[in-house]
């Protein structure tokens, strides 16, 4: 689990779609596995902080949609579309519309889409961002078990995010960006077990590193 940090307006967001290739570098190339990224594929799914539902397609049907592109019979989709839900809290709900979930319920549906896909990268961009601390939380740790679950086909996930406790209590690694033109600045790993306590001592050292690299301070 990698999270890139920075001001906004750094280019965050671009890095990541750049990393997907939703967006084409101007100059560098992508790899995954060893193999350069030309275009965007399925191995590659992106969450946006924009909730992004469609509002006339069932709980079901947005997740069906990932698989469109991989010539799959109705039924096997439906199977698979089935199994996600499930895993994200959403077993029930399959033929309800967007319009009567909450943001965390639409927000997690997105995180099925993506994860129905059998990605091995998983992008997110603020995933959490509109949510309530309450439920983002949750989120949170069902993101972080179904990317470590040896279940799944995700071999790593890329976070970009503004909430630096968020960052220490997923994150492996950080990434800082500063600068402009930006660049990465400082490589942070996080070494501390899981699950981590946000009060502990070495969690607020850990914030106070990846604070001072954003801020260029002298602070401890």
């Known amino acids: 689990m990698v999270a890139i940090v920075g001001p906004s307006g750094v280019g965050k967001s671009t890095l990541l779609r750049v990393l997907g290739y939703f967006v084409v570098p101007s100059e560098g190339h992508v ?5 350069e990224i030309k275009k965007p594929t399925s191995k590659i799914s992106l969450i946006h902080q924009s909730i992004a539902t469609f509002p006339w397609m069932t709980a079901l049907d947005n997740v069906k949609l990932s698989l469109r592109s991989k010539g799959m019979d109705d039924a096997t989709m439906t199977k698979i579309a089935r199994g996600v839900l499930n895993e994200v809290g ?3 709900v399959e033929n309800i519309y967007p319009k009567e979930m ?3 319920m ?5 995180v099925a889409r993506s994860l129905a896909a059998e990605p091995t990268v998983l992008l997110m961009d603020e995933p959490f961002v509109h949510l309530d601390e309450l439920t983002a939380e ?5 993101i972080y078990s179904m990317v470590f679950s040896p279940e799944t086909t995700l071999q790593s996930a890329v976070l970009v995010s503004h909430n630096l406790r968020e960052v220490i209590e997923l994150a492996d690694r950080v990434y800082v960006m500063n600068g402009s033109p930006a660049k990465l600045v400082k490589e942070i790993l996080v070494d501390l077990p899981r699950p981590r306590a946000s009060n ?4 607020n050292r850990y914030l106070d590193r990846i604070y001072t690299s954003l801020t260029g301070s002298t602070g401890a």
């Open 31 to 35: 790899y995954l596995e060893g193999t």
């Open 90 to 92: 959403l077993g029930g």
């Open 102 to 104: 909450s943001g965390g």
């Open 106 to 110: 639409r927000q997690r549906i997105a």
């Open 138 to 142: 949750g989120l949170r740790q069902e």
């Open 200 to 203: 502990s001592d070495a969690f």
